[in-house]
């Protein structure tokens, strides 16, 4: 199992411009997450999706927009991107019922 | 919301335990207590979990007391690989949990 991935690795964006974070997990989790994570701070979740076909805000949804495109694939939108999101994005995936979450290995996004 | 509050930073040496201190005196009685680590420049890994009882699993233990307020944990022989950023977190949102990180406890695992 590759676990959570998570595409671009690194990505540069000029202010203003739009992308798309990507995040599959294969491990059949009902609950997908995307959190950023600020120089020496630790990770604030953006949004999340209990389950495909819903999808909720979390603690700094604003300039984010997300789809759960299906069961394995979480996406994260920054539609006009500004310098105040440059962070590390990491996205996470938690089983029904369990208790711990999966994160991947983050995309780091610098937004001049 | 219950908050927690964990050292800034803690020192070891190789091959000693570390016992990793975390109080949440607000906790309720249903909040359950996560530790999850991240190493650098990589995604937070799950550690521990506990309620009430005492827990124990092939990476650390967990130490919860009598009250609930306060927890440990402890990693029985610190390595280099443990040198991360500890957090202490309680979930809130029932099974649809949400995680709220605060800045955590920097360990330094010295060779």
């Known amino acids: 199992n590759a676990g959570v991935t998570q595409t671009p690795k690194f990505q540069v964006l000029k202010t203003g411009q739009s992308m798309t974070l990507q995040c599959a997990q294969d491990m059949n989790h009902n609950s997908m997450y995307w959190y950023r994570q600020d120089p020496g701070m630790g990770l604030r979740l953006i949004y999340y999706s209990a389950s495909e076909g819903t999808t909720d805000k979390g603690e700094v949804p604003n300039g984010y927009n997300v789809s759960r495109l299906n069961k394995r694939e979480f996406s994260l939108r920054l539609e006009s991107a500004a310098p105040s999101q440059t962070s590390v994005y990491f996205c996470?995936?938690?089983?029904?019922?369990?208790?711990?979450?999966?994160f991947g290995p983050g995309t780091r996004l610098t937004v001049l | 919301d219950a908050k927690t509050t964990q050292p800034n930073s803690m020192e070891s040496n190789e091959e000693e335990p570390v016992h990793l201190p975390c109080n949440h005196s607000t906790i309720s009685g249903t909040d359950y207590i996560h530790w999850y680590r991240q190493l650098p420049s990589q995604g937070p890994e799950y550690v521990i979990h506990?309620?009430?009882s005492n827990v124990n699993n092939r990476m650390a233990s967990l130490a919860i007391a009598e009250d609930r307020k306060s927890s440990t944990l402890i990693l029985h022989r610190a390595t280099l690989r443990d040198a991360a950023v500890y957090y202490c977190i309680l979930p809130k949102g029932g099974s649809n949990y949400k995680l709220t990180f605060g800045k955590g406890t920097l360990l330094t695992v010295n060779p």
């Open positions: 506990g309620l009430t």
């Open positions: 996470a995936s938690k089983r029904q019922g369990a208790q711990e979450q999966f």
